[in-house]
């Protein structure tokens, strides 16, 4: 059978069913929270049996990514009373591996495994990549963004807090601030 993944399940609704979501190791599923009835999956492997990304939600699809896949959004639609799911768009700017992704204003934040890390902003409707970091801005270390009401906080080099204003094109409106020294 399929093992578990490693991402924490999350609650959202498709086709106004409520429902949990989560990855196992080779796969996106959506489950009855009242029954546990299997409601639909989709195919996602990971190379080395490790999907530890939790699903990122928007509107009515889901995206993810692993470690050999790109980021992807898959739609989740109910027809005829059957479950259909869908890939809606793949990007490889966002192939993320054991950190998870942020929804902030009109974008999806993450940290990608490319470039010895490398954050990112996509654009969750269509994929395409609205921003990336410098490369090499975590090292070793891989600490993933976080939403703190009007600021997108993230943490590329110890002492170091980036903080992005909420603006549909994030380069535009950068401001950078140091939280702690690392003299």
């Known amino acids: 059978g ?17 429902q949990l979501v989560t990855n196992t190791q080779g796969k996106l599923i959506g489950i009855d929270p009242a029954t546990g ?32 896949k790109p980021a992807t959004a898959i739609s989740i639609t109910r027809q005829n009373n ?27 934040f993450g ?18 990549t609205l921003w990336r970091s410098e490369p090499g801005q975590v090292g070793k270390r891989r600490p993933g963004p976080a939403e703190h009401g009007t600021q997108l906080l993230a943490k590329p080099r110890i002492g170091i807090g980036v903080q992005r204003e909420q603006h549909p094109r994030p380069r535009e409106r950068q401001r950078r601030r140091l939280v702690a020294g690392d003299d």
Do not use: C
């Open 37 to 68: 009835t299997l409601l639909w999956e989709h195919p996602f492997e990971s190379s080395n049996f490790t999907n530890s990304m939790t699903p990122t939600v928007v509107g009515q699809t889901v995206m993810l990514s692993n470690n050999n």
């Open 111 to 128: 940290l990608s495994t490319r470039n010895m890390g490398q954050y990112y902003a996509l654009d969750p409707k269509t994929g395409k």
């Open 82 to 108: 059957k479950w259909m799911t869908a890939t809606a768009w793949e990007n490889p700017d966002g192939q993320s591996r054991m950190t998870n992704t942020v929804v902030f204003g009109d974008a999806i």
């Open 2 to 18: 399929d093992g578990p993944g490693y991402g924490s399940p999350l609650m959202a609704e498709f086709g106004g069913i409520r």
